[in-house]
Structure formats: C-alpha cells, structure tokens
C-alpha cells in the first residue's frame, strides 16, 4: 500500500526558508510522478511543484516559481520541497500526492491518487 508522510513544516518569518520532506513507501511502477500541493485556510487546495520519478524533470506553479525547487532522492525514497524567500500567503498546509496520470503537471488535484496527512507551514512576521 502506497504511503506517504510529510514533514518539516514549521513557523518561520517572511524571507525564511523551510525545507519539507515527502517519505515514500509501497510505490509500484505504474506512479510516474510526486506533486506538492496546499491549502490556505478557506482557500481550495492548490498544486505547487512536481517531479516525475522516470526523469526528474519538474514543474512550478507561478506562485512559486523562482522560489521553490523540488528535488527526489531515490535511494531515500524521499521528495524534497526547498521553499526560500517565504511570503505570508504561503502560509498553508503542504500535501504531497501520488501520480498515475500523464497529466501530473497540470498540478490539479483530480490527477493524483495518494495523499499524506500534510504538515504546517505558517509565514508570519
């Protein structure tokens, strides 16, 4: 059974930096990408970053474009999200979600199966 745990979240000033971790087991073949997303309170949850797990290439959302770098260690089996220069309005929970789907990086929710239990993020001065 695919599981997934995120951490690394945490309350940090506007301009900080959080490095979350996404801990993977029971994948088989047919996941072909990891995606970060979020959620803001009273907001719909949001896709921030993939990776694909065939060839590591990755995509951003504009909001965080620039900012953030998604990253993968294979032998850890682990999905990173390096999140710099922080604003209040990534203030959220952070889900990372498994996918099957060719359309992974179009980062919408309704194309990833698998979901951690998330962990906080709060930016605020």
């Known amino acids: 059974q695919v599981q997934l745990v995120e951490s690394g979240g945490g309350s940090v000033q506007p301009g900080g930096s959080l490095r979350l971790s996404c801990a993977t087991s029971?994948?088989?073949?047919?996941?072909?990408?990891i995606g970060w997303f979020r959620q803001a309170p009273g907001k719909a949850r949001e896709g921030v970053s993939c990776?694909?797990?065939?060839?590591?290439?990755?995509d951003y959302s504009d909001s965080v474009k620039g900012r953030f770098i998604i990253s993968r260690d294979n032998a850890k089996k682990t999905v990173y999200l390096q999140m710099n220069n922080l604003k209040p309005q990534d203030t959220g929970v952070y889900y990372c979600?498994?996918?099957?789907?060719?359309?992974?990086?179009?980062?919408?929710?309704?194309?990833?199966?698998?979901w951690g239990q998330g962990t906080q993020v709060t930016v605020s001065s």
């Open positions: 979600a498994t996918s099957r789907r060719r359309e992974y990086y179009y980062l919408l929710s309704q194309y990833y199966h698998f």
């Open positions: 029971g994948f088989t073949s047919d996941y072909i990408a």
């Open positions: 990776i694909s797990v065939s060839d590591d290439s990755t």
